[in-house]
């Protein structure tokens, strides 16, 4: 079974610092997708960044990037130049092709992340 | 463009209650979802569907059920409210898995007392 694991519960950074929050996930399939999603109060679910396994290079949004180890099953999110408005909750999230139509969008525990003016 | 449409917001129940979940989307995407979030704990997928007429359970299906009988509509019904069902449920869409983004709603607070 696909699982998806945020170690961090709570990270804190101040303004204009980088920050970056760590996922780990178990796979035996060899395409899939990985997302970050950011949830602030409003409880509104936003996609950040969104990366495939195929690629080797590490996508970015803006500030938002990702260092994406796919041996080590590692996607972790690096926000550069925090602002006020990046504080939300941070969910990594995996899904994957197949053609039984099982496919799934599984979620970690989530990061709160704190920015600290 | 409403995008995926849950109702209602709040909803306090009394043990024992019944209760329907309304989702709605119009963007035609087959696949449909379920989820349930407690309090600092991240989101937990109740059942899901890969297109009207075909539902799956997910993780934590147990004292809730769905049908999909259109592509629009996903609705989750709660029989027998419990006081374990207390969460906000969000509601989810994508045109397929794989590389595309899921919408979600704004979800639904229910609080079984």
């Known amino acids: 079974a696909q699982t998806v694991t945020q170690s961090q519960p709570e990270m804190s950074v101040q303004e204009a610092e980088t920050v970056t929050l760590s996922c780990t996930y178990d796979?035996?399939?060899?395409?899939?997708?990985l997302f970050w999603y950011k949830q602030p109060p409003s409880r509104q679910m936003i996609l950040v960044i969104r990366?495939?396994?195929?690629?080797?290079q590490n996508a970015t949004e803006n500030r938002f990037s990702v260092n994406f180890q796919k041996a080590a099953k590692s996607f972790s999110l690096k926000i550069s130049d925090s602002q006020l408005g990046d504080a939300a909750m941070y969910f990594c999230?995996?899904?994957?092709?197949?053609?039984?139509?099982?496919?799934?969008?599984?979620f970690g525990t989530g990061t709160r992340l704190t920015i600290i003016p | 463009n409403a995008g995926v449409t849950q109702t209602p917001k709040f909803r306090i129940l009394k043990i024992g209650q019944s209760m329907t979940l309304q989702c709605t989307q119009d963007?035609?995407?087959?696949?449909m979802y379920w989820y349930r979030q407690d309090p600092g704990m991240g989101l937990k997928l109740i059942y899901y569907?890969?297109?009207?007429?075909?539902?799956d359970k997910g993780e934590v299906p147990n004292g809730y059920n769905v049908s999909r009988s259109t592509t629009e509509d996903f609705p989750l019904r709660l029989e027998l409210a419990a006081p374990s069902q207390t969460s906000v449920y969000f509601c989810?869409?994508?045109?397929?898995?794989?590389?595309?983004?899921?919408?979600f709603g704004q979800g639904t607070r229910l609080t079984v007392v």
């Open positions: 989810a869409s994508t045109i397929r898995v794989g590389n595309t983004e899921a919408f």
């Open positions: 796979t035996s399939e060899s395409d899939y997708y």
């Open positions: 990366q495939e396994a195929y690629k080797q």
């Open positions: 999230a995996y899904s994957w092709d197949s053609n039984f139509g099982n496919e799934k969008l599984t």
């Open positions: 963007m035609n995407h087959n696949y």
């Open positions: 569907s890969v297109g009207a007429g075909i539902t």
